[in-house]
């Protein structure tokens, strides 16, 4: 069993800079994948970035390549991401999550087994 919480979120004006956290206790495989997933209402979870646990690949979408960063740190058990030049389409909650990699369904939402409770993001122009 994974537990994970967020954590960084906040308001930020359009340009500006915001780092998430998210801390995980628990069992992390060797194996696992990490990401940040994104959601605003009535609209589907959308994937941002992920990260694997062990070797440190990397993979963001398109809208936040170049401007975000996803990174871990082994020893204690944390995610970050740090988001730059912010948009105010950036505005959501965003959400951690953890389980198995798969090469090429590390943007699938249904990967995760584990979730954070999320941290909302405001950005304003």
């Known amino acids: 069993q994974v537990q994970l919480v967020e954590s960084g979120g906040g308001l930020a004006q359009a340009g500006g800079s915001l780092r998430l956290s998210c801390a995980a206790s628990g069992r992390i495989f060797s194996n696992y994948a990490m990401a940040w997933f994104r959601q605003v209402p009535g609209k589907e979870r959308e994937f941002v970035a992920a990260i694997h646990w062990t070797y440190g690949n990397t993979y963001y979408a398109d809208s936040g390549r170049g401007r975000f960063t996803i990174s871990r740190m082994n020893t204690n058990n944390t995610m970050y991401l740090q988001m730059s030049n912010l948009k105010p389409e950036d505005t959501a909650i965003y959400y951690c999550?953890?389980?198995?990699?798969?090469?090429?369904?590390?943007?699938?939402?249904?990967?995760?087994?584990?979730w954070g409770q999320g941290t909302q993001v405001t950005v304003s122009s």
């Open positions: 999550a953890a389980g198995i990699y798969s090469d090429n369904n590390y943007y699938r939402p249904a990967l995760y087994a584990y």
